[in-house]
C-alpha cells in the first residue's frame, strides 16, 4: 500500500521530470521538494522520502555540476541523520554523503557551507561514536575546522552552537586518564566561551541551552571544588528556565529541572556546614523530579519517565540527613 508522504513525492517526481527544464534544474526542484518534506515531517516516511529525493537528484546533475550534486548530498547527510532509528545505518549513510560532499565543497564551495558541513559531519561522527563506530576525536576535529569560519564576531550563533557541541564531545570522553581533567576543563571553557557570544534576548534557545548544558558540565566535573561547582550549576539551570517554560517548552523545561533536582540532591543545605545534611535540598529534588516526570508522562517521553522515577524511588526511600552518594542519573540537553 502507498502511503501518503509516497504518494506526494510520487506527483512531486513526476511533475518534475515532465518539466521542459535541464537536468541540473530538475535537480535542484528535487532538492527543494525534499527540503521541504524534511523540515516539518509528519512522519519517518516523510523523511526516507526525502532521502530518495535527494538521491534522485544527485544522480541527475553528478556528472555535469558535481558542486550542485555536493550540495544536495550535504542536504541528503542531514536528512539520513535525522532518521530515528536504534541502529547507526542512517548515520553510516549519513557520513559517507556528507563526506561525498564535502570533497567537492573544499575545492569548489563557499567557506560558509563548507563550514556548516563540517559542522553537521561533527554531529554525525559524534553520534557514530556512540556506537563505537567513529573516534570521537575525529568530531572534535570536524568542529574545530567549522570553528575557523564559524567564528564569534561574524556568526555568533553557529559558534555557540558549535561550542556546545565540541563542550558535549569533550565530556562524551571516558575520565580515566590523567588528561580527564583537563578535558572538563575544556568542556566547561567551551559553554562559557558559547555564552559570550549569545545573549537571552536574541538567541534565547541557544541561551538556554547553553546554561543547561553549562550547569551539566559544572554538577559532573571531577573537582575538588564540587559544592561550589554546584551552586554554580542551579545558577547555570536557573538561567536556562528563563527561557525554558512548562507552557512553551515543555520537554525542554522538564530535562532542565531535572538537571537541577540532581544536582539539589547531592548538595548540604547550608554549604558552610556540610554536615549538617541536606534535607531541604532533599525535598527539592523531590518535588522538581515529581513535577519533570508528569510533564514526561504527559508529552509522552516514557524512557525520561523511566530515568526520573528511579532518581526519585531512590530519594524517596533516603534517610533524609544521611550522607548522599554522588548521582549521575539525567544529563538532559
Known sequence: MVGRSQEEAIAARQAVLTATASDEEKAEMLMEIAMGMQQKPKSVDDLMEAITLYQEGVELCL????????????????????????????????????????????????????????MNLGLILQNLAAYNRAPITDSISAYQRSLRTFNAAKHPAEFAILQNNLATAFMSIPFTDERSKMREALAVQAFEEGLKVVN???????YAMLQNNLGNALQYVSSSHRIENGYRALEAYEEALRVRTSIDTPAEYANTISNQANCYSNLPDNPEDTDAGNSKNLQQAIRLYREARSIFNKIGDMQKVEAVS????????????????????????
Do not use: C, W, Y
Open 200 to 206: 537571552i534576548v536574541d538567541n534565547p534557545s541557544e
Open 310 to 333: 528511579g532518581a526519585l524511588t531512590e530519594i524517596e526511600t533516603e534517610a533524609f540527613g544521611s550522607a548522599q552518594p554522588l548521582r549521575d542519573v539525567n544529563k538532559l540537553n
Open 63 to 118: 556528472s555535469t555540476d558535481p558542486l550542485l550534486a555536493a550540495r544536495i548530498n550535504a542536504r541528503m547527510a542531514t536528512a539520513q541523520m535525522s532518521v530515528p532509528a536504534d541502529t547507526p545505518e542512517h548515520l553510516d549513510a549519513a557520513r559517507g554523503s556528507m563526506n561525498a560532499a564535502l570533497e567537492v565543497l573544499r575545492q569548489e564551495g563557499k567557506s560558509e557551507e563548507i563550514a556548516e558541513a563540517e
